[in-house]
Nanobody, 119 residues
Framework: QVQLVESGGGLVQPGGSLRLSCVASGSIFSINAMAWYRQAPGKERELVARIISGGTTNYADSVKGRFTISRDNAKNTFYLQMNSLKPEDTAVYYC?????????????WGQGTQVTVSS
């Protein structure tokens, strides 16, 4: 079994920064893709940023230039650096990873961490 655990959420003022972390643990052979999604109240879950094993990244248009996704393969950890935060970034943020383990490949989700941007 694999677990993803997020941390780093909280309350921040507009224009501020936060860094989210997601640690993967368990029976992991490799992680080929990691991503952050978010879901605001009354809205569908949306992709924020993704990074694949070769290091290629892609971002939602709404966060380009403000958010940066990165990974530390040795620690099975990935991050989302969020700068210049706006009230519309308020949401529950979920990490997501495609993991190969003893029983094959599957996608796992973290439990979510709340990010609130407000003055």
């Amino acid at each position: 079994q694999v677990q993803l655990v997020e941390s780093g959420g909280g309350l921040v003022q507009p224009g501020g920064s936060l860094r989210l972390s997601c640690v993967a643990s368990g029976s992991i052979f490799s992680i080929n893709a990691m991503a952050w999604y978010r879901q605001a109240p009354g809205k569908e879950r949306e992709l924020v940023a993704r990074i694949i094993s070769g290091g290629t990244t892609n971002y939602a248009d709404s966060v380009k230039g403000r958010f940066t996704i990165s990974r530390d393969n040795a620690k099975n950890t990935f991050y989302l650096q969020m700068n210049s935060l706006k009230p519309e970034d308020t949401a529950v943020y979920y990490c997501n990873a495609g993991v190969t383990g003893p029983t094959g490949w599957r996608i796992y989700w973290g439990q979510g961490t709340q990010v609130t941007v407000s003055s």
